[in-house]
């Protein structure tokens, strides 16, 4: 069984710029969340999607947005990039997303400059 | 607001010295608590699910227990390879909001 599939694993953008990554749950989930982690934060709740609906969000601004496609790929966007948004950026998927065990892709490194 | 604590943050044994890794909680109404590891440059990988005080969850030479407010991940006669940061993690009230601990990391000295 294939696993949750994270693209570009790594990435390197400017300040001002937007960036899109993007998720592929394992087949048959249909919860994923997104989480930003960093050496002094750990790993921080950005928001969680089910059957194309935002569920939970984190207490991240407006720049970070998400949505979810009727396979439940998922897509995360950041806008206006700003060097402290230079992290790992994980997504995990579960079946239906209460009371169940994640299962994390590798993430995407962003690194801005 | 849900928090987690884990302790310590970092933890050096040699190969066979028997510890534990401690995970605090303060959660309204606990769905889940779940234990993770992580190797570097690696996203964490899922090892258990506990879900009410008294429950015990055994994987090789790991053993996972809970109570009401704190979860023990006991490692027994570790090898190298069990060198990792260890993630605790709950989830409370509705759907899947997971609030995670920062992690013990662990290393394992032949």
């Known amino acids: 069984k294939a696993g949750v599939t994270q693209t570009p694993r790594y990435l390197i953008k400017t300040r001002g710029q937007q960036v899109t990554l993007s998720c592929s749950p394992i087949?048959?989930?249909?919860?994923v969340s997104w989480y930003q982690q960093t050496p002094g934060q750990g790993l921080q709740f950005l928001f969680e999607y089910f059957s194309e609906t935002q569920r939970n969000k984190g207490n991240f601004p407006g720049r970070f947005s998400g949505r979810q496609f009727s396979n439940s790929r998922s897509e995360m966007n950041v806008s206006t990039l700003e060097l402290g948004d230079s992290a790992l950026y994980l997504c995990?998927?579960?079946?239906?997303?209460?009371?169940?065990?994640?299962?994390f892709g590798d993430g995407t490194r962003l690194s801005i400059l | 607001e849900d928090q987690v604590t884990q302790s310590p943050e970092a933890l050096r044994l040699q190969e066979g010295e028997s510890s534990s890794l401690n995970c605090s909680y303060t959660v309204s109404g606990l769905r889940g608590l779940f234990w993770y590891r992580q190797d570097p440059g690696k996203g964490p990988e899922f090892l258990f699910t506990?879900?009410?005080a008294g429950e015990e969850k055994e994987k090789e030479r790991l053993k996972a227990t809970l109570t009401k407010k704190e979860s023990f991940l006991h490692i027994t006669a570790p090898k190298p390879e069990d060198s990792a940061t260890y993630l605790c993690?709950?989830?409370?009230?509705?759907?899947?909001?997971?609030?995670f601990g920062t992690g013990t990391k662990l290393q394992v000295i032949p």
């Open positions: 506990l879900y009410s």
């Open positions: 993690a709950v989830n409370s009230g509705g759907y899947q909001k997971v609030t």
């Open positions: 995990a998927s579960s079946a239906t997303g209460v009371g169940q065990p994640q299962h």
């Open positions: 087949s048959g989930h249909r919860s």
